[in-house]
């Protein structure tokens, strides 16, 4: 049944495997027994090993055991899952927060539980899987607006006078590596009296000095505007959260059901994420280098002729035109050492190689996939 859909998929060349670590996350990882320089993570900030994570977590494993026993509506959760979201909160400026248990999670419960089916859901085109499946999921009409056109945007909002809007976007697009027109979505949401729903997974510990998308325009928290973001990026812990007021925090707790119908993550998961807060509150550098490192090689990659797609941030993707160029570039970078993973549908429309570069990256590192990329 399933053996000629998969040769298929093979035929497509869109058929995926996959390839499993015999190191810990980083810059640099170990497959089959050989060293690469790993430009596939979203370890933004290089966290997954520092320090003061590792010693929060070790304290809280000893205390709390590991798992967490119960979804926190039967007491799964611990005050560390209460600690995290008060933290959370003052670090977005928002009245409260809600831990989810991953950033799949927080979309396909909480879109969902805030829309329903008198309600509009306008959803750009390049929005995250996780966001398409919360649309589903909910009963409400969804509209797909091309990319960060606010005019499509617009006219769709003129024709739908009645109905509850929520305009859902990624603040930072995950395989573009492009940004929200925030400001200028801010003040369409006023006239057009439209919720604004933001995904900052990729915005959180990378832009407005680590505190998201919001701060980066500075636009204040309102209560129309309903933030997630997840710990499992920047913040290299696991996890993710609801950022708003304290009634949509409580709206959420009550309806969205990956919430309430999911065992708790374990109490040294929150501690991890705890301190990675405390660490990007307190060493500003890190997001700095990241930023230095991205430029390095954003003009490095520009330099050699590629396009990089209207990139702005450190997700910088390459221009390949066929899946089949694709993969043959992604081979070629791995046979040199560097993995830089092939993006294909039906994750994008158009194929691509999509490096994410980090605090963590040397400039050897960023040289060797540049001197890699001229040889292609
Ligand atoms: C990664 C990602 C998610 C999912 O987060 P997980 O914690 O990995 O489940 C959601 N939205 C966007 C934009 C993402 O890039």
Avoid at 81 to 86: G, S
Avoid at 281 to 289: F, Q
Wanted: aromatic share 8%; charged share 25%.
């Amino acid at each position: 049944m399933f053996i000629e859909k998969l040769n298929r998929l093979k035929e497509k060349k869109l058929f995926r495997d996959l390839k499993d670590r015999e190191s810990s996350q980083g810059h640099h990882i170990k497959l089959d027994g050989r060293e690469y320089i790993n430009f596939s993570s979203n370890d933004y900030l290089g966290l997954v090993k520092h320090s003061h994570i590792i010693n929060e977590v070790k304290k809280t494993l000893d205390e709390y055991g590991f798992g967490a026993g119960a979804s926190r509506l039967l007491y799964g959760g611990s005050i560390l899952h209460r600690e995290l979201e008060e933290k959370l909160a003052s670090f977005k400026g928002t009245e409260s927060a809600l831990v989810f248990n991953s950033g799949y999670a927080a979309n396909t419960g909480i879109i969902p539980a805030i829309a329903d089916e008198d309600t509009i859901l306008l959803s750009d085109e390049f929005n995250h899987a996780s966001i398409i499946d919360g649309c589903r999921l909910s009963r409400a009409k969804t509209i797909i607006f091309r990319h960060k056109d606010l005019s499509h945007v617009e006219k769709l909002l003129k024709k739908e006078r009645i109905k509850k809007k929520i305009i859902i976007t990624d603040s930072i697009f995950s395989m573009d590596g492009d940004i929200a027109l925030l400001k200028e979505m801010y003040s369409i949401c006023i006239k057009y009296d439209t919720f604004l729903y933001i995904d900052d997974a990729h915005a959180t510990g990378v832009i407005g000095n680590g505190k998201g998308s919001l701060t980066h325009f500075a636009i204040n928290p309102e209560p129309w505007i309903i933030q997630m973001g997840t710990f499992s990026k920047a913040l290299g812990s696991f996890g993710a959260f609801l950022a708003g007021s304290s009634d949509v925090v409580r709206w959420a707790l009550n309806n969205a059901r990956s919430f309430m119908y999911s065992t708790a993550l374990p109490s040294c998961v929150i501690a991890a994420s705890i301190a990675a807060l405390e660490v990007i509150e307190n060493d500003s550098v890190l997001i700095k280098r990241l930023w230095a490192n991205r430029e390095k090689l954003a003009n490095g990659i520009r330099q050699t002729g590629y396009d990089i797609m209207g990139s702005e941030t450190p997700i910088i993707p390459i221009k390949t035109g066929s899946v089949e160029n694709t993969l043959q570039i992604s081979k070629h970078l791995f046979e040199n050492g560097i993995i830089a993973p092939a993006i294909r549908p039906p994750t994008v429309k158009d194929p691509r190689i999509r490096i994410n570069v980090t605090t963590a990256h040397t400039d050897e590192d960023i040289e060797r996939l540049i001197e890699a990329l001229k040889k292609v």
